[in-house]
């Protein structure tokens, strides 16, 4: 074995930005442990569309995180450093990290690994990781988000909107969704959501007041941005908090400030790649006690549209890209041949 090689699935540079560049997989360099590190053998992670930006150059990894995709990972533990008290070799773990999921190795903070619930495998733990971490973020602890409450979720077919569902209909709060076909409402609806809106179809803030009796919603879950604005504004509750995560509509918009002041808005920016260690900390430690013991009496779980091996990442960029899946996609070791003959199957 040669302890300091692992295989990866690298990004091969062939232009400037916005280049759809090459993936390749290859030989890269072994993750080392630093202070209270804990490696991990990673088993599967899952596909973001974060991966899709930075492939062309769009959302570099921050200062001194991993260049590797991957925003999450499952797997369990291979080593640890001498100061690491939490876990044990063979633990099985899941998480969120700054990048390096597409590596067979990834080198995590002990504070930032949560263990994987017994009645989930590697897969599913993949794709529990980042869209619950993010539903879970954005709406119980940056919009702080109360039992009978209304919550609007753009874009209910995604990972994030399938988790948001789920973790609002377990806090008691009412979710509307917007999807662009009445299959992924249907689905939705089977998750847990109150009602859902076909964009395509019809004007979703007009809906949402008719739905609401002109009072609107508490919160609002953006992945759109620009050109939702200003409707968004219009639909909010007084004291209302819109949530962006995303923009995929667009990162300009001109708006009516009167709302916001009159109806006492508050308008939140959230990212979870560029957090400090603390935070992420913090973070992990919050969702260890609010959101595992909803995985493991199976009230909330997680959502796959399908599973790739990860030497087939391409392909499974191609099925984010194309649009149409619903719930997670998931790169996984299952099935690959280990390198060198070390570690063990998935």
Sequence with gaps: MNSGTMPAIVVKQSGGKGQWNRLAFETVPRPTLAHREVLVQVEAC????????QRRGFYPPPPGASAILGLDFAGFVAAMADNVTRWHAGDRVFGITSGGGYGRYIAVSEDHLVRIPERLSFVEAAAVAEVFFTAFVNLFLEAQI??????????????????????????????????????RIRRCLELGAAYGINYKQEDFAK?????????????????????????HLDILSNR?????????????????????????????????RSRTNREKAIITQEFRKKVIPLLESNRIHPVIDGIYPI?????????????????????????VEDWNGVGRRG
């Design 207 to 231: 809906r949402i007041l008719e739905l609401t009796s002109d009072e609107g919603v508490d919160v609002i879950l953006d992945i759109v941005g620009g050109p939702y604005l200003t409707r």
């Design 146 to 183: 109360q039992a009978g409450e209304r919550l609007l979720v753009q874009g209910g077919g995604s990972g994030v909107g399938s988790a948001a569902i789920q973790l609002a209909k377990a806090a008691d709060v009412r979710s509307y969704i917007t999807a662009g076909c009445d299959e």
């Design 311 to 335: 030497h087939a990442a391409e392909e499974a960029h191609q099925r984010m890209l194309a649009g149409g899946h619903f719930g997670k996609i998931v790169l996984t070791w299952h099935g």
């Design 46 to 53: 899952s596909v973001n569309r974060a991966d899709l930006l």
């Design 240 to 272: 209302g908090r819109l949530v962006l995560i995303g923009l995929m509509g667009g990162s300009r918009a001109e708006i009516p400030l009167g709302p916001v002041l009159t109806k006492r808005l508050r308008i939140i920016g959230s990212v979870l």
